[in-house]
């Protein structure tokens, strides 16, 4: 995952005093004006350097992140915002160059008073621009331990989206069709985690993942940052898989249901989108009110007919892998 290995960034102040301290080492093993030169240098490297590593380590939101993670990001952090940030701490990485590319001829042909007068006028310099940008090493800290904990989910996977309201039996479905049990991760933005699985399927992995906490509510029952994270999903979902429970022990009335699912339908135009009745084994097929028009019945408990919806859901994608060119 994209941002699960980004570095802590330091502090202004934990990265002026590593400069200076690795500085005055530098200064130590050495004298007179080579001293003050290699001081000088060691404390701009050293800035500099780790300045940039902290830019070169997020990924350029435009060209590496997927719109599934740009949108998600966007929903937990202020993307805009995160990026002026890391442009702001790059402008600074360069500056502290360009300060010791300023003052390291001055160390060169004077004496060593006025050599080390230099060198603390470059150090007031340097410490002065780090300090410039501690906000917004703040601001990329906070970001990175905002989305470092993202659910692992690889957007370049055929993935089905299952949704529907609480209790219909969505989680049952993920963990029965998956090799192992549904593995959860929890959003930033919500205490519920989404359930996420693997199956293969002609020698194809496929993702599943259920969305409690997103797709489980009508659009209108979602805060703006729950509504952006669903408009992430869309990037996402080849196949959604809504599921109603006509025989309403879900506690939701079917009317509800349905409405639910055709606010989904109208977000996923793009995305084949299959009405899935569950908990057959308690209804008759044949007494199923028509409003429903589910594509498939089926019942996790009894295990019916589960596997010609999950095969459905894999027909509805297509998914055709890329073959290496055969020359």
């Given at each position: ?16 005093d ?35 590593n ?13 719109p599934?993670?740009?949108?998600l ?12 940030s ?20 001055r ?9 080390r ?9 340097l ?16 970001s ?50 989404i359930?996420?699985g693997?199956f ?11 969305t ?14 729950e ?5 992430a ?31 989904i ?14 908990k ?22 009894t295990?019916?007919?589960v ?13 055709e ?7």
């Amino acid at each position: 995952m994209i941002f699960e290995d980004l570095p802590t960034t330091p502090t202004s102040e934990e990265l002026i005093d590593k400069a200076f301290s690795r500085a005055a080492r530098a200064g130590k093993a050495k004298g007179g004006l080579e001293a003050q030169q290699s001081m000088l240098q060691t404390a701009a490297n050293i800035i500099s350097d780790n300045l940039e590593n902290v830019v070169t380590a997020w990924p350029d939101f435009e060209y590496d992140a997927h719109p599934f993670y740009y949108e998600l990001a966007d929903a937990i952090v202020d993307v805009d915002k995160l990026r002026q940030s890391l442009s702001e701490v790059m402008w600074a990485s360069r500056k502290a160059r360009e300060i010791h590319e300023e003052y390291q001829p001055r160390l060169r042909k004077t004496d060593v008073d006025t050599a080390r007068k230099h060198r603390k006028q470059a150090f007031a310099r340097l410490a002065d621009i780090v300090e410039q940008i501690d906000d917004h090493l703040l601001y990329i800290n906070e970001s990175r331990n905002d989305l470092r904990d993202l659910p692992e989910i690889n957007p370049d996977e055929p993935t089905i989206v299952v949704a529907g309201y609480p209790n219909v039996g969505k989680s049952s479905f993920v963990n029965d069709v998956t090799s192992a049990r549904g593995e959860t991760a929890s959003y930033p933005f919500t205490t519920k985690g989404i359930g996420l699985g693997h199956f293969e399927h002609d020698h194809i992995r496929y993702q599943i993942v259920d969305t409690p906490g997103l797709l489980d509510r009508p659009p209108q029952d979602r805060n703006a940052i729950e509504s952006q994270a669903v408009s992430a999903i869309e990037h996402l979902a080849d196949c959604m898989l809504v599921m109603v429970d006509p025989t309403g022990e879900c506690g939701y009335p079917i009317d509800s249901q349905l409405e639910l699912r055709d606010s989904i339908a109208a977000q996923f135009e793009d995305v084949p989108v299959l009405t899935v009745a569950n908990k057959a084994d308690r209804f008759e097929t044949d007494e199923l009110d028509e409003a429903v028009a589910a594509d498939y019945t089926m019942s996790v408990t009894t295990d019916s007919n589960v596997e010609t919806v999950l095969e459905a859901a894999v027909e509805a994608i297509g998914y055709e892998p890329e073959l290496p060119f055969d020359g």
